[in-house]
């Protein structure tokens, strides 16, 4: 059986905001090359989780590791293996879409000497090659995530950890999102990956788990999922809402709507 080295390690983590715990005692091992889907209604604790791992939250008690390094107590080296691709990005419109790619390999302290080579590999890649020099303020919304995530792995990820990829892309933009993010993963990169999309959850991910009131209440494949839910339903979607309890009101919308 081949050894798989485990790259993400969350250990009994617990966020609280005063009298509300947002994430509860959760853990999770990911190794690497794995895609890794999270799920979870609105308000289950998914972005309080991704913000915990990429060291933007500091938890209240538990342990986030990335290959060996504890997010809290050693920050840079962790987020030097981190490519984090959020759902609501900052950007700067001011500048081209090359000079931000720069200010970001500078921040990532990348090899003056492979800058520009990278730059341009990745402007070819998310197909933004012909709008490198434009400022980003003339930059539809589906141009601005795809050279946010050309910012994200400017630096040759181990990790990439993304929320919400395919907000505001085209059919085209999302299908070749989705390539180049199995492309990297078959290299072994680990994606760990936060959708309300669950037709791209299913398409994508090898391992799923999925949160609600900030537990992980099943992990699993599909399959696994599947015989977790204790259901013959073939898509993720229905297997999503038995486990979450959503089904009933799914049940109760479709005999509203006939």
Same mark, same amino acid.
């Given at each position: 059986?081949?050894?798989?080295?485990?790259?993400?390690?969350?250990?009994?983590?617990?966020?609280?905001?005063?009298?509300?715990?947002?994430?509860?005692?959760?853990?999770?091992? %990911?190794?690497?090359?794995?895609?890794?889907?999270?799920?979870?209604? @609105?308000?289950?604790?998914?972005?309080?989780?991704?913000?915990?791992?990429?060291?933007?939250?500091?938890?209240?008690?538990?342990?986030?590791?990335?290959?060996?390094?504890?997010?809290?107590?050693?920050?840079?080296?962790?987020?030097q293996i981190i490519g984090f691709i959020p759902d609501k990005p900052f950007i700067y419109e001011k500048l081209t879409g090359r000079e931000f790619l720069q200010f970001m390999a500078g921040l990532y302290q990348v090899n003056s000497s492979e800058i520009e080579?990278? %730059?341009?590999?990745?402007?070819?890649?998310?197909?933004?090659?012909?709008?490198? @020099?434009?400022?980003?303020?003339?930059?539809?919304?589906?141009?601005?995530?795809?050279?946010?995530?050309? &910012? &994200?792995?400017?630096?040759?990820?181990?990790?990439?950890?993304?929320?919400?990829?395919?907000?505001?892309?085209?059919?085209?933009g999302a299908r070749l999102v989705k390539k180049i993010f199995q492309g990297i993963c078959a290299k072994g990169t680990t994606i760990f990956m936060s959708t309300h999309t669950l037709e791209i959850a299913e398409e994508m991910c090898d391992y799923i788990a999925?949160?609600?009131?900030?537990?992980?209440?099943?992990?699993?494949?599909?399959?696994?999922?599947?015989?977790?839910?204790?259901?013959?339903? &073939?898509?993720?979607?229905?297997?999503?809402?038995?486990?979450?309890?959503?089904?009933?009101?799914?049940?109760?919308?479709?005999?509203?709507? @006939?």
């Amino acid at each position: 059986m081949n050894h798989q080295t485990i790259v993400i390690e969350i250990i009994n983590l617990t966020k609280r905001y005063g009298n509300i715990t947002a994430v509860s005692n959760i853990n999770l091992t %990911i190794p690497d090359g794995q895609f890794f889907g999270f799920l979870g209604p @609105n308000g289950a604790g998914k972005t309080t989780t991704i913000k915990t791992i990429v060291g933007l939250l500091k938890p209240t008690s538990g342990v986030v590791n990335v290959e060996g390094f504890d997010v809290q107590k050693e920050p840079l080296h962790a987020k030097q293996i981190i490519g984090f691709i959020p759902d609501k990005p900052f950007i700067y419109e001011k500048l081209t879409g090359r000079e931000f790619l720069q200010f970001m390999a500078g921040l990532y302290q990348v090899n003056s000497s492979e800058i520009e080579t990278r %730059i341009a590999q990745l402007l070819d890649m998310f197909e933004l090659s012909e709008w490198g @020099n434009e400022l980003v303020e003339s930059y539809s919304h589906g141009m601005r995530q795809k050279l946010v995530m050309s &910012a &994200a792995l400017i630096h040759q990820p181990k990790v990439i950890v993304v929320d919400e990829p395919m907000v505001g892309l085209d059919p085209k933009g999302a299908r070749l999102v989705k390539k180049i993010f199995q492309g990297i993963c078959a290299k072994g990169t680990t994606i760990f990956m936060s959708t309300h999309t669950l037709e791209i959850a299913e398409e994508m991910c090898d391992y799923i788990a999925i949160i609600q009131k900030g537990e992980i209440i099943a992990k699993g494949t599909v399959d696994e999922l599947r015989q977790q839910a204790q259901t013959s339903q &073939a898509k993720l979607e229905d297997i999503f809402l038995e486990l979450t309890g959503g089904y009933e009101m799914k049940e109760m919308i479709e005999f509203l709507k @006939n």
